[in-house]
Nanobody, 125 residues
Framework: QVQLVESGGELVQAGGSLRLSCAAS????????MGWFRQAPGKEREFVGL????????YYTDSVKGRFTISRDNAKNTVYLQMNNLKPEDTAVYYC??????????????????WGQGTQVTVSS
């Protein structure tokens, strides 16, 4: 069974950078799109971005375009979220998730069935 483990979240000042990692184990990784989501206190989980199975395409929510970059290393079964120019409104628990089916790349949480435990990102002003 596939398991996802996120890491890299921490407290950072506004304008700073972080790189989150999501390591997959126990199953197929390379054939699936991977998504990043986040959930701030009192808010619903929201889509951040995704990367397709072959890393041929990445898609981002408007609020992070130009600041966040998703990449993946299929040889290491790992996907990354590079976050630059962080803002206090980026504060949230960040989750990675694997798409529900191979060759499926959608922006809503229901399209993903395997989730990591989350990693906290806190951006201070």
């Amino acid at each position: 069974q596939v398991q996802l483990v996120e890491s890299g979240g921490e407290l950072v000042q506004a304008g700073g950078s972080l790189r989150l990692s999501c390591a997959a184990s126990g199953g197929t990784f390379s054939a699936y799109a991977m998504g990043w989501f986040r959930q701030a206190p009192g808010k619903e989980r929201e889509f951040v971005g995704l990367i397709t199975w072959s890393a041929g395409g990445t898609y981002y929510t408007d609020s992070v375009k130009g600041r966040f970059t998703i990449s993946r290393d299929n040889a290491k079964n790992t996907v990354y979220l590079q976050m630059n120019n962080l803002k206090p409104e980026d504060t949230a628990v960040y989750y990675c998730a694997r798409a529900r089916a191979a060759k499926l790349a959608l922006r809503y949480a229901g399209a993903y069935d395997i989730w990591g435990q989350g990693t906290q990102v806190t951006v201070s002003s």
